[in-house]
T-cell receptor, first 112, second 120 residues
Framework: GQQVMQIPQYQHVQEGEDFTTYCNSS?????IQWYKQRPGGHPVFLIQ?????EVKKQKRLTFQFGEAKKNSSLHITATQTTDVGTYFC????????????FGTGTRLTIIP | GAVVSQHPSWVICKSGTSVKIECRSL??????MFWYRQFPKQSLMLMAT?????????EQGVEKDKFLINHASLTLSTLTVTSAHPEDSSFYIC????????????????FGPGTRLTVL
């Protein structure tokens, strides 16, 4: 079945440093979504990427969708303590399917 | 944004009892609701997809007789964990996709706050 892996599993960074998490799918995706889950909280939608090679920015966050539409990345510039949490990518189980397969997640910890 | 609530937020029960968890979309109608399970420090695992007025579809390996899902209206889905055992202890999260107009993308999911189930 479809697998969506993320690396690294954990990342500890000093406040102000950059952070990147990588997402790789075993299958080609029609789109990819990113969610953030704060400790003790629930996932919150961040963004969706649809086009091959697409890059989108949200303030200090930069999201990229690979040319082959099988991988994606999330880069945070100059991390802040509010960035703490687990970042998940998620892709449709099948083309046009509402069901999502969530990636394994990257847990970000910020050292003040 | 679209708001999804879950009740209860946490529950502790004895082994062998059944527990019902409610998921409500508060300010929108949901075509579909999803039920996930999340173990500590792990990802979300989709358990089942719930559509109003029809039977839920379960993911491979999820026992439909153990995890009963009822989707009575466009704003309410319930998950009942029957004859719960300690291994069922987990964080159960529901999500919903709006009928129209509330989502950035067609399959953006709005998540409830989750229900932490502990079975003694």
């Amino acid at each position: 079945g479809q697998q969506v892996m993320q690396i690294p599993q954990y990342q500890h960074v000093q406040e102000g440093e950059d952070f990147t998490t990588y997402c790789n799918s075993s299958t080609t995706l029609s789109n990819i979504q990113w969610y953030k889950q704060r400790p003790g909280g629930h996932p919150v939608f961040l963004i969706q990427l649809v086009k091959s090679g697409e890059v989108k920015k949200q303030k200090r966050l930069t999201f990229q969708f690979g040319e082959a539409k099988k991988n994606s990345s999330l880069h945070i510039t100059a991390t802040q303590t509010t960035d703490v949490g687990t970042y998940f990518c998620a892709g449709p189980k099948n083309f046009g399917n509402e069901k999502l397969t969530f990636g394994t997640g990257t847990r970000l910890t910020i050292i003040p | 944004g679209a708001v999804v609530s879950q009740h209860p937020s946490w529950v502790i029960c004895k082994s062998g009892t059944s527990v019902k968890i409610e998921c409500r979309s508060l300010d929108f109608q949901a075509t579909t609701m999803f039920w996930y399970r999340q173990f500590p420090k792990q990802s979300l695992m989709l358990m089942a997809t719930s559509n109003e007025g029809s039977k839920a579809t379960y993911e491979q390996g999820v026992e439909k007789d153990k995890f009963l899902i009822n989707h009575a209206s466009l704003t309410l889905s319930t998950l009942t964990v029957t004859s719960a055992h300690p291994e069922d202890s987990s964080f159960y999260i529901c999500s919903a996709t709006p009928l129209s107009g509330r989502a950035v993308s067609y399959n953006e999911q709005f998540f409830g706050p989750g229900t932490r189930l502990t079975v003694l």
